[in-house]
Every structure is written in C-alpha cells, then in structure tokens.
C-alpha cells in the first residue's frame, strides 16, 4: 500500500448505504477531472468520499491567464461539478473545493474516520436542501448611473459664466444620485428578507467590486420550499423589473456556500 | 432529485462565473491551505492562489463589461 501512495483528488463527501456500498454507487458516474479516470468512492460506515486520480500535471500546470469558457480551468471545474452533482442526486453531499488532494486513499479513509461526527452532523444539516444564488443588480437609468459624483475635478464649467447654471445642475444630480442609491439599498433589502425567510441558511457577500450588484447571496432551501421560493422569485423579478433592477436566480446548486467546516485537518504548516 | 422545471427561466444557471465562485472559493478544505504536500513538496499551493487572484479579476472584468455593455457606453 504505501510502495505506490497515489495522490487522490476529492469532490465531495457523501453517505452512502453500507450495505449497498460500492457497486451500484459506482456504476454511472460522469468522467473524473482527468476526463479519462474513474470516479471511485472511498468508504468509512455510512460515509464516503467521492475521488479519483489526482490530475497533477493538468493542476500544477494549468494556465491562469485565460479563464475563458473553452480554458483548461474552466473543463476542470465543470468536469469537478460534474462529478459533485451526479453524487448530489443521489444523497446529501459535502463539496471540496476545487483542487482538493490527500496523499492516497489511505488519507482519505483517516480523514472520514477522524472525522465522522463533524461529516455527519454536516451532511445532516444540509440533507434535502438545495442552494440558489440570487443577485440583484441595476440594469438601467444610465443617466443617473453616470452621474454619479465621481472624480467632480474633471466635471469643472470652463467658463465662469455657467457656473451657476453648473452648480444647480450638479445639485440636481447629486439629489438623483442619493435618491438612487436608497431605492437600491432598499431593494437589496427586501429582496434579501423575502428569501431568507423561506431559507435554512443564506450567505451574502459583503458588497464587493462587481459593478452595479447591490445584492449577492445564497440561499439554503429545503426541496419542499423550492416551488415557493421560485414563485418569489418570479414575482420579486417582474416587480423589481420596473424599476431597472435586474433580479437573477441561478441553481439548483449543490450547496457549495454551506459546507461551513473548519479545516478537516488542523496544524497543518 | 431531478431538476425542477421552473428554475431560473431568467437566469443564466450555467455561467461559468458563478461555477467558479462556487468550486474555487467555497467548499470544504481539507488544510487551511486548501492542499496538502506531497512527499514534502507543496504540488498546487502556490498555483492555487494565483487561480484565487486570477478568478477575483476575471469578475472584475467580467462585470465591469457588463456595466459598460449596458451603459451602451464603449469607453
């Protein structure tokens, strides 16, 4: 065993029916990240990890210049979400994040009996839900986009005559601007309470530079609240439309924003 | 569970964007440095965090198209 450690890649952490364990699990999974290696399972009890072959080369070597939809980390990243939903259609999962290796299947197994109590009490709380992004971003009103008070240096009248005319202008602008801003900060959060409510858990992410998003979360749903929350969703998008406020919803996910787990080994470093 | 109908009929589920937000930034990490060593060399370590940086200026990019795209403002 330990003449040739084989570095293994891992998607996701699962449950799995002891008795059931390994043959019909493993009969139909999609193509390992490698593209050509099985998908395999590693089990301890009821948990399994879901891995393959490490793809060393493709990852030591992968170019981080284009990450275009035909770049090599794009089909890596596919073929990895690939693999994590075909073991969410079957039972809870703990996705890995992109990238992660253990030294062998022998760490594998350590790491799911070490681990036991903190992987189940995990896959118990996400069981049966299901994630959703939804952003909330502003589509129109370039004119008051535009004007926001940005870099006003540049903005001066060149001649001293408009310079009441200017400055009334600007007022005006600036009024719009804030006025503006209220409506979408608002928005960001009605949208987010109208979801959370109908959530376990959800995430938002602090206000970043992505332009124009005012609203960027996750939601944690329970399948038996999905046709409600979608038909929010649907609402929320028509009536937010009307305003030039972009409501999008993206999912089902596996719930990659809620795996919320320390480290699963410490000390390491 | 198969995939509901009615998800998303306004949304683009499939953007890569959103995909690698989710692989690359979340999920479970086996070391707080995402990857272990290997026999005692550090195989992907350092190429993951330029990915982590590179993946955070594609956003950038990405959405700040968009915001020109709609302005219809070509600067």
Sequence with gaps: ?269 | MTEPTTAAPWGDTNALVDLLDRVIEKGAVVTGDVVISLAGVDLIRLDLRLLLAGVESVLDAVTNHDAVTNRGDPQ
């Design chain 1, 1 to 269: 065993v330990t003449a040739n450690p084989e570095p293994t890649y891992l998607y996701a952490i699962t449950r799995v029916d002891p008795g059931g364990y390994p043959d019909a699990v493993e009969a139909a999974w999609p193509s390992a990240i490698d593209g050509t290696s099985p998908v395999t399972l590693v089990a301890h009890q009821d948990l399994a990890a879901v891995v393959s072959r490490a793809p060393l080369a493709q990852l030591s070597s992968l170019p981080l210049d284009d990450l275009s939809e035909t770049s090599p980390l794009a089909g890596l990243a596919r073929r990895h979400d690939a693999v994590v939903r075909a073991a969410f259609e079957r039972a809870a999962v703990l996705p890995f994040r992109f990238g992660t290796l253990l030294p062998d299947r022998g760490a594998v197994a350590a790491l799911l009996r070490e681990r036991s109590s903190a992987l189940r009490a995990a896959l118990d709380r996400t069981d049966s839900h299901r994630e959703w992004g939804v952003r909330l971003s502003e589509t129109g009103s370039p004119a008051t986009r535009q004007s926001a008070p940005r870099s006003s240096m540049h903005n001066q009248p060149t001649q001293s005559t408009s310079g009441t005319a200017y400055l009334t202008r600007r007022r005006a602008e600036l009024v719009a601007v804030r006025a503006r801003s209220d409506v979408l900060r608002q928005a960001a959060l009605d949208v987010h309470q109208a979801f959370d409510v109908q959530a376990r858990e959800s995430t938002v992410r602090p206000e970043g530079p992505r332009a124009g998003v005012v609203l960027d979360a996750c939601y944690l749903v329970s399948t038996t609240k999905e046709a409600q929350f979608l038909s929010t969703a649907q609402r929320l998008c028509a009536e937010y439309r009307d305003l030039e406020i972009r409501l999008e919803i993206t999912g089902p996910w596996p719930p990659y924003s809620f795996v919320a787990l320390a480290p699963l080994m410490g000390g390491h470093d």
